[in-house]
């Protein structure tokens, strides 16, 4: 074992901490401190929690976050979806979110019948239609597939798509929170079709799902010969019952709503389903009365998430150094690039994108920042991605889109910091 002292230690631990500082562009750090620090004896103190045993390491089987962050949760509301609390959505609370990983009691929910509790034992999958082996899968059969571990998002496409007119929500959760992250494990369905043989006139896979909704989606071949998966396992265990328990379809990138849960049965045709039984695809309307019919992939998008409104600066003091942070996603491809506005748009510079920088995954992005007591800034962040697509401004999106639109708003998203830094939702017009 290396045996450093202690003030070795702290020699190599201030380095790098310089050495990372310098790489987030900080500079004039010279005799300041990130963190000021103040009068406070706390540390003086024996805490209480020292001062008798702990709990038993078997009390909770399953563990469970500590009491303190007990705020940090899903949060419904009736203004979203249906209004009914079986069939509405749950949304994450982005703004405690760490990294680019969503735990899997906060990943935001939605279901059209309630959230189906399904026996695995009872559980089967039914694979038929235009493929040369139809067959009946049992979960065991389904996981002797080979395997592959992928980290994707998945997004409702109508995440924030109250506030075409305008901010409904002073909120990141509901504003935003229609969408979460996670490591999924699961098939792609081409491994499967390789075993089955799929016949060369098959165009649409026909998803359905055996909760009470009994949801059914229609997929375009070639997303379903590119990257669409079977999945059973969410962040190193099984599914959530929310997330779809024991198995559902992750196409990544697509519009959540396609990601088929509590899976029964994939279907091969050469049409269409919604040809025959509509109940299969969002359209978007346009101002002119048209609509895009094939509408799948979630575009490039970015939000701020600190400060924002859930987590405001009131409480910094003047000269603080202050990391900005922020997500940023697209289901066409890897983010490339974020860049971080403090006038509303007008000006921009570059933030940094921090950890792994993932395909159709969350993108965690910072920007080192001095608060000024009483500035008033306008945060606005816009992201890019390898398919060469850069997020749109307000007025560009809404020249294109009109404002009837509920779908795959990705226009960029302003939050007003006032003098006492409190955090609003505000809609800049450019
Ligand atoms: N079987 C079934 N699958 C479903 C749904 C449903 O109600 N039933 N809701 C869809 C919608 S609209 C979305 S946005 C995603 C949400 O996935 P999540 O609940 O895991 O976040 O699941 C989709 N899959
Ligand atoms: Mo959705």
Redesign the pocket.
């Known amino acids: 074992m290396d045996k450093k002292s202690t003030k070795d230690l702290e020699v190599s631990d201030r380095r790098d901490f310089f050495k990372k500082t310098a790489a987030l562009g900080v500079t004039a750090l010279a005799g300041t401190s990130l963190v000021a620090s103040q009068d406070d004896n706390a540390i003086m103190h024996h805490p209480k929690w020292g001062q008798v045993w702990g709990d038993p390491v078997t009390k909770n089987r399953y563990g469970m976050p500590s009491a303190y962050e007990h705020n940090n949760t899903r949060r419904n509301t009736k203004l979203l979806a249906s209004g009914n609390y079986r069939a509405s959505i749950a949304v994450t609370p982005i703004h405690e979110s760490e990294g680019i990983i969503t735990p899997n009691g906060l ?7 309630g959230t189906a509790q399904v026996d695995p034992k009872e559980f089967r999958l039914m694979i038929h239609g235009l493929v040369e082996k139809p067959i009946v899968l049992t979960l065991e059969q389904l996981k002797r597939y080979p395997s592959v571990t992928r980290t994707h998002f ?1 997004e ?1 496409p109508a995440n924030g798509g109250q506030e075409w007119r305008g901010p409904q929500f002073n909120s990141l959760q509901f504003a935003k929170g ?1 969408m ?1 992250c996670a490591e999924w494990t699961g098939v792609y369905i081409k491994t499967i079709l390789k075993d089955l043989g799929i016949k060369p006139n098959a165009l649409w896979m026909l998803a359905e ?1 055996s ?1 009470n ?1 009994e ?1 059914g989606r229609t997929v375009p071949m070639d997303k379903v010969l590119d990257d669409a998966m079977i999945v059973w396992g969410q962040n190193g265990e099984a599914l959530r019952p ?3 328990y024991p198995v559902r379809l992750l196409l990544p990138g697509w519009e ?2 396609l ?4 899976l029964k049965r994939l279907e091969f045709s050469d049409e269409p389903w919604f040809a025959k039984e509509e109940t299969s695809r969002y359209t978007a309307l346009k101002p002119s009365g048209k609509a895009i019919q094939h509408f799948y992939a979630n575009e490039v998008n970015s939000t701020v998430v600190k400060p924002s409104p859930e987590k405001p600066w009131t409480d910094l003091e003047d000269g603080t150094m202050i990391e900005i942070e922020g997500l940023a996603w697209s289901g066409m491809g890897t983010i490339t690039r974020v860049d971080l506005s403090f006038d509303g748009g007008n000006n921009y510079v570059e933030a940094s994108l921090k950890g792994l920088v993932l395909p159709k995954c969350w993108t965690r992005w910072s920007y080192m920042h001095k608060y000024k007591k009483g500035e008033k800034l306008l945060l606005t962040s816009r992201s890019m991605d390898d398919a060469g697509y850069i997020q749109p401004t307000v007025n560009e999106e809404v020249a294109l889109m009109g404002v009837e639109s509920i779908y795959h708003r990705n226009g960029v998203e302003t939050w007003e910091v006032n003098e006492k830094g409190e955090v609003n939702h505000v809609q800049i017009r450019s």
């Open positions: 990943f935001f929910s939605r279901a059209h019948g998945i409702c229609f979460s799902g909760d909704s949801m929310e997330q779809g959540g709503n990601c088929v849960k509590w």
